[in-house]
């Protein structure tokens, strides 16, 4: 028994109970560091009798080496009970649902204005673009509405300059495609985008909306074709069971000009709130083209007729999906925008 024993038994009791790093660091220090009793006792080393000097010596690092690796091993042992721990603490629930990602949808102008160009494309229609910014020739005078022409008045305009203003109607188009066609026809073109008017906005008037335009000139163009096309158009829209009624109107840019009225959905033409009553809700204009309008645009009104209609791309989405206020469509308010998800 050399004495190290005893200091070697309290360094494991001690270390054993150890459960931190920082707890084995302080016993480190205590059993092995500069001030330990092992250490005071490599000291007196130098006053042993020479032949004790080498054994008392080895005596004191294995006392060192053991007390090292009872820390290592507890060391070890701390560490992996972090990490087990760990492992328990911060495990992976694979039945979680993951996080999801938020699609878009389309929104309901866009999808009146794709279902429009998908259906007069499949009756063989091109779709023509024109200009936003639009001179007054071919927003009103190309058009058979001369300056002072009381029509004038019926859209009321944004100018930017005597000449040019934000197109009111998408029938400015017209005259750019029959000027480019230089009198030769067939034609066969809509023309869906955005036109402006200076209405104050509230739920039925906006600023700004949309319209697709179409035009069909050629030899044997007559008012049968287009009544036909309108219906067509509006069964596919909104559903085959419509009833559809044209009444005679006036319209600057045709002759004759009619307005076209659907079956009311909600009542199904027995008169309700909807329908104010009169069990049809109004849903556009159009006409024969004007024999002026197809002499100034190039065309021989002898020989060509044509057929033209108008219809607000809102209303439309309005009446097919019940939507009660036209600034719904520019308020970007997602939980509205969301009800069409799925919708083509
Ligand atoms: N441009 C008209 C409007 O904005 C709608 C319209 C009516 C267009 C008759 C036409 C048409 O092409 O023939 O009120």
Redesign the pocket.
């Known amino acids: 028994m050399n004495g190290f024993d005893e200091i070697i038994e309290r360094g494991l009791n001690e270390i054993k109970q150890a459960t931190d790093q920082n707890k084995l660091n302080e016993l480190k220090a205590k059993y092995v560091g500069k001030q330990s009793e092992l250490a005071q006792a490599m000291k007196k080393i130098a006053q042993l009798p020479k032949e004790k000097k080498a054994d008392f010596g080895k005596n004191v690092n294995i006392a060192k080496q053991k007390i090292l690796s009872f820390i290592a091993s507890r060391q070890e042992e701390i560490s992996n009970a972090i990490i087990d721990s760990k492992i328990a603490n911060e495990k992976i629930d694979i039945t979680l649902p993951g996080r999801k990602t938020e699609k878009g949808s389309k929104h309901p102008w866009e999808i009146i204005k794709d279902d429009l160009m998908e259906f007069f494309s499949s009756l063989g229609y091109t779709i023509a673009e024109g200009n936003e910014v639009e001179l007054d020739r071919f927003n009103f005078e190309l058009l058979n509405i001369p300056k002072d022409h009381p029509a004038r008045a ?2 009321d305009s944004f100018y930017i300059d005597d000449v040019t203003l934000l197109r ?4 400015a188009v ?1 005259s750019h495609v029959m000027l480019n066609a230089k009198g030769q026809g067939p034609i066969k073109v809509i023309c869906p985008g955005k ?1 402006y008017r200076r209405d104050d906005d509230d739920m039925t008037h906006s600023h700004q909306f949309g ?1 697709c ?3 069909v000139i050629g030899e044997k163009v007559n008012l049968g074709a287009l009544m036909e096309t309108l219906t067509l158009m509006i069964r596919h829209i909104f559903g085959a069971k419509r009833e559809v009624r044209f009444r005679p ?1 006036f ?1 600057p ?2 002759e004759p ?2 307005e076209v009225d659907v079956s009311c959905f909600e009542c199904g033409g027995k008169g309700c709130d909807l329908c104010k009553g009169t069990g049809w809700i109004e849903i ?4 024969m ?1 004007h024999p002026n309008v197809l002499r100034d645009n190039g065309f021989d009104p002898d020989k060509y007729q044509g ?6 791309i809102e209303r439309l989405a309005m009446l097919k999906y019940g939507i009660d206020d036209i600034r719904k469509f520019y308020n970007n308010d997602v939980s509205f925008l969301h009800q069409f998800k799925g919708e083509k």
């Not at 009111?168 to 029938?171: D, E, G, I, K």
């Open positions: 019926m859209q009111s109607h998408t029938s017209q036109v319209q335009e179409g035009l109107s319209f840019f045709t000009s009619i556009l204009g159009a006409g083209v057929f033209a209609f108008g219809v607000g």
